[in-house]
């Protein structure tokens, strides 16, 4: 575990609700995208050939993903919404139709929705369900209820749906306020340094750092409590611990 200088001890008895980050926090992200990614490629081959075969040249999907971005940076908050505009740009470079956009990116979409959780994340998001109000917050496009976690969380922020996404306060405040909650009074937990914590402190939280692997902390602002997994979560909720481990 990282030897971070940490915040002031967490106020467990402070914390009236929990804000959870979704990707690489409940389950892993890449394989995910990977299998969404093989189940686009095989709708392609068979509904957009000349597409297909395109993208499997090398760089060629980095190029487009990356013009996508840089023509359309008002859907910066969007992954969804610059996957499909990306999908479309390669449907009319390869001379098909680009209407076929939105087809494919349903292909995408429901692929991306069949997440495998880590063995902790049930476990955990039962027994925190039973004594906090949670919200997800998350700049992916993961639906919770496609995903089958939607039964633990009174409700979900997305970059997506909100307008704008973590790091910024504005996501946080309002998940909060979602749960008759000051920030103050919210502890959000995530994998990623700076969206997840960094901006959680900013926007007034409690903030603990997942590191299912350990790598160094970075930042000037530093959690009130870092964990390897979701039990050592509940293990730190359930004693009323008020100081965070070195």
């Known amino acids: 575990m990282t030897s971070a200088t940490l915040a002031p001890p967490l106020d467990v008895k402070r914390i009236a609700g929990i804000t959870l980050d979704l990707d690489d926090t409940l389950w892993p992200i890449w394989p995910t995208i990977e299998y969404a990614e093989r189940m686009l490629h095989q709708w392609m081959e068979a ?3 000349r597409t297909a075969a395109m993208l499997v040249t090398p760089g060629v999907l980095q190029e487009l993903r990356e013009a996508t971005a840089k023509e359309r940076s008002d859907l910066a ?10 999908i479309r740009a390669a449907l009319r470079r390869a001379g098909e139709d680009p209407a076929l956009a939105e087809p494919a990116f349903e292909v995408f979409f429901a692929a991306r929705q069949k997440v495998k959780l880590y063995d902790d994340a049930l476990p955990a998001l039962r027994w925190l369900s039973e004594r906090y109000p949670l919200v997800a917050i998350s700049n992916g496009n993961a639906d919770i209820h496609r995903t089958g976690v939607g039964r633990w969380f009174r409700t979900a922020f997305s970059a997506r749906s ?37 901006g959680a402190l ?16 970075a930042h000037g602002m530093h959690p009130h409590l870092i964990v390897p997994n979701l039990h050592a979560l509940c293990d730190a909720l359930g004693a009323g611990v008020r ?3 070195a």
């Open 77 to 86: 908050h969007d992954l969804g919404a610059l996957r499909l505009e990306s």
């Open 162 to 198: 909100f307008g704008s996404g973590k790091p910024q306060a504005p996501i946080f405040r309002a998940a909060a306020a979602s749960i008759g909650l000051l920030p103050r009074d919210v502890l959000h937990v995530g994998d990623d340094a700076e969206l997840d914590v960094v």
């Open 202 to 217: 900013n926007a007034g939280m409690q903030a603990a750092w997942l590191v299912r692997e350990e790598r160094p902390w």
């Open 243 to 245: 100081t965070a481990p």
């Open 47 to 49: 509904e957009a050939p």
